[in-house]
């Protein structure tokens, strides 16, 4: 829930300019966040969330271990499993029904009494199932008659293996910017070296030229998008939270996001 917050309220700063706050969003817009990207095409909205995290909500960073057994749940169609559930009933019906015209039969008589019960656990099982999936779809705010499993289970999936990736990506773009840094100082100090040998105008210029280009670069990357005027993200997460809106049930927006256009579109289940 943390996790969404922090992207409703991204998605509020990034549109603050042109609407009022929304209240939430549908849980397909999360495919969304790789297609808003930065202006040098290099990096995704979710690099920048990823970022946000880790180094302002990091209670928030491994998010996705409360959420193992989603993979599990997409690969079970819940659909057919009730599916054979009915089909076992209408099974135990028909024996029942045989039984009826051979009550002498003791084989059919054995294989109910022994049945029966399990069957009846099945499908209290299935009811459970069925009641607990409908719950959390309601609590996202979605229908359940119009988000059958297939489709709510791999969003989070797909959110959790893009947003891993996002991680890995930032740590290696970390790490290079590290190199980076080394090689400046290592220019730096070179440059210094040189300069005590008095090297010529153009050598001494060319490398000047680099050791800027090599700063600018470092400058571009750590920019972060959370650093708004006067910590807006946290302020919205903090204004949500005080008028009780980031509670996603029965509450949602549909989301367009998009560096030139409105984020959302308000909509209300």
Known sequence: KKILEI???????????????????????????????????????LHYISN???????????????????????????????????????????????????????????????????????????????????????????NPKTTPPSVFFPVFVRFVKAYKQAEEENELRKKQEQALMEKLLEQEALLEQQDQKSPSHKTKRQQQELIAELRRRQIKDNRHVYEGKDGAIEDIITALKKNNITKFPNVHSRVRISSSTPMVEDTQS
């Open 7 to 45: 992207i409703l309220a991204l998605g509020n700063y990034m549109n603050s300019s042109k609407r009022g706050a929304v209240y939430g969003f549908k849980l397909q817009s999360l495919d969304l966040l790789l297609d808003t990207k930065s202006t040098d095409r290099k990096q995704t909205l």
């Open 52 to 142: 946000v995290v880790k180094e302002k909500y990091q209670q928030v960073c491994l998010f996705y271990n409360e959420l193992h057994y989603v993979e599990k749940a997409a690969a079970v169609s819940l659909e057919n499993v009730l599916l054979d559930v009915k089909e076992l009933q209408r099974g135990l019906d028909l024996t029942k029904r045989e039984y009826t015209m051979h009550d002498h039969n003791t084989m059919l008589k054995e294989f109910i009494h022994n049945n029966e019960g399990k069957l009846k656990k099945l499908q209290d099982d299935a009811k459970i199932a069925q009641d607990a999936f409908d719950d959390a779809v309601k609590y996202f705010g979605e």
